[in-house]
Structure formats: C-alpha cells, structure tokens
C-alpha cells in the first residue's frame, strides 16, 4: 500500500493492545491514508507519497482542550474562533469544546448550528459547543445534546461571565434528571454565598488579593456536594470544571461513580498570593487561584488518578479591561496555546509523566465524552497527532500567541517541553511554529452507545 504519509521512527504513546483504554510507548511508525490511521508498524520509505521523519520526537494522539471560551457571537473584540482555534494548533491541541456563554447565549438549536457553520469555515482543528442550560430551555436540552456538534450541556451555578445562571434548586434538579445522552458540565460556585460574600470583593485596601476570600473554598465545596447529591439522587453523570480546592477533591474521592473531574494548568502552576503580586488581576479568573494548600491538594488529587481532564479554561478579555480597577475587572485569562507547553514542563520537573499527560488530554476526553475515532493512536483512528520534543527549551513569547487578546500571563516564562507538529487529518497544519496549509477543522463525532 502506498499512504499519503507516513511518520517515521517517532516515540508513539499508541493504544495498548490488550486494553485500548491505556498506552504503551514503543518507536514505530504510522501509516497515514485518506484522514485515517492505516496502519502501525514497521514502514519502507517508499511506501509513503510524503515522510516526516521523528527521531526522538514524542507522537501523542491529538490532544484536546475540553473548555475554551471563543467569544464568538458577540465579543469578537476580544476572540473569535478563527483566532481561538489557530492558538489551539500552534500550542498542539486538535480539538476543542467551546462554552455556552457567547452573545447571544448558546441555548437554541439555531445558536448551536449557527457556531458549528462558522466553525466548518474558519476552525484551525475538529470543534464542539456546549448548549448552556436555563429556565428557557430546560425542555430542549436532550434535543440539543444529540445535534450534530454538540459536547453536552452547560450548567453555571454560580454566575461567572455572562448572564447564564442556574441556581434554584428545582430547575437544576430538572437539568440534571432530564439529561439525555453526553454529559452535563457544571461550574461549581454557590450563588447565595457569592452574593453574601461579595462585600468582601472591597475589603479595604481593595485588591485582586480579595478575590479568593470572596469566592473561598467553602464556596465552591457547597455548590459541589449540592450537584453530586442531585446526580446520585438520579443516577445521571456529571462533570465538574476547574476543580480548585482541598475541600472537594477530598470529598469527590468518595463520590466517583457518577462524577468526573476537570482541573485547569493555572491551577496547578500558579498559587496566591505570589500570582497576584506578579500579575494582578491578569490571573483573576472563576473559581480564584488559591494558595499553595489547594495547589498541592491539586496535584495529590492528580497523582491519585482522581483529577480525569485537563482542560484550560481559555477565557480571554483585552489588556486595558483585565487592567480596570479590581473589583470591576472580569474574571479569565487566555490559555489554550499555553496549556500544553506549561504540562509538558511539569512533566520535565516530575510532577507527572508523559503517559499520564496523553491520558489527562486525549484518551480521558474522549472516553469520558465518547468521541467516535478519536483520541487513541489506533488503526482505523482519525490520524491526529499532536508531536513534541520534551527536551527542547522555550521561552513563551507574544510573537508566538494567536489569541485576538494579545497576552498572557506566561509570557516570558521558559519551559522544558514543547509542541513541534500538529496533525489533523493526516496533513500537517502546524510544523516547527511555521502554520501550514488552511482551517479545515470538523465537528467532533459522538457516539453515547460506546463505552
């Protein structure tokens, strides 16, 4: 057989054989024909129209970003999914899923068809948007789940950006109950404790050092007790976003039947209140950054295998909005280039290995949503690869970021670990920082009978 390309000699974290839900790495190399993993072996050059040679270069399945916020409709000022997606590719992520909390808000099947159209055109990498659930259309949900396009539905307890809100006790009983197929993502904040707490916001002298005794961990603990005991009183799963606390990872370690886990890199590398004295509001983000007693409860957390996904939370605002008085600054921070490149150095520093990583990122996500064809290296898989070097040495800079936004607060930072390829249907859309080809991104496949 002849393929259209061949990947030769790389380090693959490919599908364990007898269990396909866990990896192996071996130095081998992939066939690539028509969009697909053809075949996984031993290659002769001349078997390949086109071959990339990998020498000591790592070959991960595609790695995804399961919650990103592209601003599209509505706040294009600050990004839009041209410019979301084409971060994603040049930080290795082939695959995204994007929030409910646009301009209008993603809660009708027009709003979602709407972004998966525009997507098809302008997406750097494969999509999927999340319909965002309310009062108006509780009765709609598992209609929308099973659109084309569509991850699952969004449910925000507590209010963060936007007006997207749910939190009386009935309605989301209603949400959670009715769930069809895919998964119900829920931000964790008690509302009613926000809003007492918020006098606290302009504790004197007022700073974005308030920002975590505002929205503490007693915060986030009660609204997550709140919707495990919904979910188990119902038997229907859930999945929990940003997890940033002792307190909950302590309690979900008994409550794990029903509920999976999602913890973001700033989290894990970043810790109050050495962050907000170096950036200030930059790193305001929902839930806070907390001190380094949460932070190592985090990684204890990951180490356990408790924490499922790692996902960004790439939520970016302008620099002269993030650079407002605190508290009228909005909460968020761009992330989904630099996710890959900041795990990758806690990789370097053995806080993690490379297998656990591809599991956190690829495999997890796409067993937890049951992706069809994807993140597994495995024939007959969609050839997505996302290649790194883990000994090259690079420094985050702005020339490097796609974002509309402009800025992160990783930049100048230098890391061990590095994203050289990104592959997305077998053709190589990112090569060595040099972008390459056009979008041609699709909407992720989901199948709720696959286990």
């Known amino acids: 057989m002849i393929y259209d390309l061949i990947l030769k ?8 054989p007898k269990n396909p839900w866990d990896i192996v ?25 086109a071959v990339l040679s990998l020498n000591n270069i790592h070959v991960l399945p595609g790695l995804m970003d399961t919650q990103v916020h592209f601003r599209e409709p509505g706040m294009e000022y ?11 590719v040049k930080g290795g992520i082939t695959a995204f899923f994007e929030m409910p909390n646009t301009i209008p808000p993603t809660m009708t099947r027009q709003a979602l068809e709407n972004k998966v159209q525009l997507a098809r055109k302008v997406s750097w990498c494969d999509f999927a948007f999340y319909a965002g659930a309310g009062k108006d259309n509780k009765l709609e949900l598992s209609k929308l789940r099973k659109l084309p396009g569509c991850c699952g539905v969004k449910v925000f307890m507590g209010k963060s950006t936007g007006d997207l809100l749910v939190k009386e006790q009935a309605l989301l009983e209603q949400i959670v109950s009715q769930s069809g197929p895919g998964v119900t993502a829920i931000h964790s904040e008690d509302e009613d404790r926000l809003n007492e707490r918020k006098p606290l916001a302009s504790k004197k002298p007022v700073s974005v050092h308030n920002h975590p005794l505002w ?23 859930i999945h929990i976003l940003h997890l940033s606390t002792k307190e909950e990872m302590e309690f979900l370690e008994n409550h794990r039947a029903l509920v999976s886990t999602e913890v973001t890199p700033q989290h894990l590398t970043l810790s109050a209140p050495e962050c907000y004295e170096a950036w200030g509001t930059l790193v305001q983000m929902n839930p806070p950054i907390r001190d380094k007693t949460h932070q190592e409860a985090l990684w204890r957390a990951l180490q356990k295998g408790l924490v499922d996904i790692i996902a960004s939370d790439h939520a970016p605002h302008t ?22 490149p900041l795990m990758l150095n806690h990789v370097h520093h053995r806080r993690l290995d490379i297998k ?31 290649l790194v070097d883990l000994k090259a040495r690079k420094t985050i ?51 709720p009978s696959s286990d």
């Open 78 to 88: 600050k990004e839009d999914i041209a410019h979301g997606s084409l971060a994603a």
């Open 319 to 340: 620099l002269e909005e993030k650079q407002k008085p605190y508290p009228g600054t909005p909460s968020g921070m761009p992330g989904v280039q630099t996710l890959l």
């Open 9 to 16: 000699g790389g380090r693959v974290l490919l599908s364990h």
């Open 215 to 237: 929205r503490d961990a007693r915060t986030a603990l009660l609204s997550t007790e709140r919707v495990v005991a919904i979910a188990e009183k119902y038997q229907k799963p």
């Open 25 to 49: 790495e071996e130095t081998l190399d992939i066939g690539i024909k028509d969009g697909f993993i053809s075949e996984i072996g031993s290659l002769n050059q001349s078997q390949g129209k």
């Open 356 to 386: 656990t990583l591809v599991k956190l990122l690829s495999l997890n996500p796409a067993r937890r949503f049951k992706m069809k064809k994807q993140g597994l290296i495995k024939k007959g898989y969609k050839a997505h690869f996302t």
């Open 397 to 447: 800079s702005s020339s490097w970021l796609a974002s509309k936004c402009g800025w992160s607060p990783f930049e100048g930072q230098t890391v061990t670990g590095w994203p050289v390829g990104t592959i997305l249907y077998g053709q190589p859309v990112v090569r060595e920082g040099e972008v390459l080809g056009k979008p041609a991104g699709q909407p992720v496949e989901f199948d």
